[in-house]
């Protein structure tokens, strides 16, 4: 049977009455101030989904709710926040900026990044959102490829940032949120004729991060989308770990501000003050990355039953979860635990509900409502359920390309992810980067089914398995481990283990002990950076036991 996953086109009656069904059922519907009702639903219709018209109608709707508690600052209430806001966006607009402007912010997790953030959107300013992990060449180029006006940057980064042209504008965060303190009063801002748009930055594991353009959204569908399929709730408090300059903490803002929710915001991760967190505010909802899950679950202790009591949802997304993990962190924290597969350019693509990861604790999911996704073949031709093929997928929110002018594959209005997966007893699974695949002798070999088996070892915390160069069979499989806590392992074990479950062009050749892998900022493994140093690895420790062991 082909896979084309299509859920039906219920035309603009029923995508409409999906819509307020949706929006009645998560609470944003519920009846209040008539006065304050008809200037919500005036400011959502007027500026749209962008953070701007979110804020706006939130604090319109709830102006003494508390839209952020940020640990240094304590606690905002959407009021102040969009009071706030208005009067970074005056100082912007004094400094020349524009719609149609182009400004990058590289901030960590606090309010006077969600204020700048929300300035940008009611100027009509297009925003790069820059991440922290780059180095100082690295964002000397994404200046110059994005043509950046101005940066906003936290003084923390002025070791980065001091590279940068000299006639570049630029600010830290802080001088910008003091500057906007002593400005007067300002005035209501005017809807601009060109939405600013916002500009995320690609992971960069391949290479230099390239920025994929975000169109904002006008009407209301990308919201009960995600929430028709999450269950969040208005005025939920929202734990954010995730780096809200990434796609999913972005997304965290967004999803936050429509639901005039609590945001609660940690400059940095760290695993032990997550949890503490989850206690002290009892938050319904967490955004996290997947790798921030696996560290709080390493720590010694369980949760708290009243923050299990409060926890409704852990929505994850940005990376692969280790085979086997969704279970265990369930059973931990509850059935809670959503995770979204998508990709920069695509948006989302499949949503996987703790019922799904209860039977099969690795898939993706399905598509949530209005995606469409295919499992093609080289042909184009979709391919039959259960075989391998290239993951395409097309919402109202694929990117509209790389600002550099390029773009990515697509299919009848679906975009390629990179990815390769199959669908199987109803739900998707992905098999691993379609640039990952490693042929070698001959034969197809899927790295990420190799590291499921591997991760199933006790011994094994984390594993990575990657392609490299073979003199006699193109390529061959070289697998990354680190071991867990105590745990010792050789070589040999690792291939054993391999050989007792998978085929045996899936063994790996090569087996390097390491103390961790190398990850960027958002959590991602890179595992080009393995492959490009792997001669200096094996020549340090590619057999035996763990030195530590």
Known sequence: MARRAQLPRLGWVGGALYDVVTLARCGILTPGSPIRMARQVLSLTTWGLGLAGELRQAAVRSPSTVAV?????????????????????AVLHSHGLRPG??????????????????????????????????????????????????????????????????????????????????????????????????????????????????????????????????????????????????????????????????????????????????????????????????????????????????????????????????????????????????????????????????RHPDTAGTPPHGTRVAILGPDGRPVPEGAVGRIFAGNELVFEGYTSGESKEFVEGMVSTGDLGHFSDGLYFVDGRADDMVVSGGENVYPGEVESTLMAHPAVREVAVVGVPDPEFGQRLAAYIVLASGAALTADDVRQHVRDTLARHAVPRDVVFVEELPRNITGKVLNRHLRENHGQHRGKRSHGAHPDA
């Open 69 to 89: 508690v940020d640990e240094a600052q304590g606690e905002v209430t959407y009021a102040e926040l969009y009071d706030r806001s208005l009067r970074v966006a």
């Open 101 to 358: 402007s182009r400004i990058g912010l590289l901030a960590r997790n606090h309010v006077g990044a969600v204020e700048v953030m929300a300035a940008a959107s009611a100027l009509g300013v297009d925003l790069v959102l820059l991440n922290t992990g780059l180095s100082g060449p690295q964002l000397e180029h994404v200046v110059a490829d994005q043509g950046l006006a101005d940066v906003v940057y936290d003084s923390e980064f002025a070791g980065v940032v001091e590279g940068l042209p000299a006639g570049l504008s630029r600010e830290t965060s802080e001088d910008l949120a003091a500057a906007a303190l002593a400005s007067s009063t300002p005035r209501e801002p005017t809807v601009p004729e060109r939405p600013g748009r916002t500009i995320i930055l690609t992971s960069g594991t391949t290479g230099v991060p390239k920025g994929a353009t975000r169109r904002t959204p006008r009407g209301l569908s990308p919201l009960t989308t995600v929430v028709g399929r999450i269950p969040f709730r208005v005025k939920d408090r929202i734990l954010v770990i995730a780096p809200i300059f990434h796609t999913w903490g972005f997304g965290a803002l967004q999803v936050a501000l429509a639901m005039r929710s609590t945001v609660i915001l940690q400059r940095r991760f760290d695993a032990k003050a997550a949890r503490d967190a989850l206690d002290r505010y009892q938050p319904q909802v967490v955004f996290a990355i997947p790798v921030m899950l696996q560290r709080m679950m390493e720590l010694p202790g369980d949760p708290s039953e009243r923050a299990r009591r409060a926890l409704r949802v852990v929505a994850t997304s940005g990376s692969a979860f280790p085979s086997g993990f969704t279970t265990r962190f369930m059973d931990a924290y509850g059935d809670v635990l959503y995770n979204l597969y998508g990709s920069t350019e695509a948006s989302w693509v499949c949503i996987a509900t703790p019922a799904d990861l209860r």
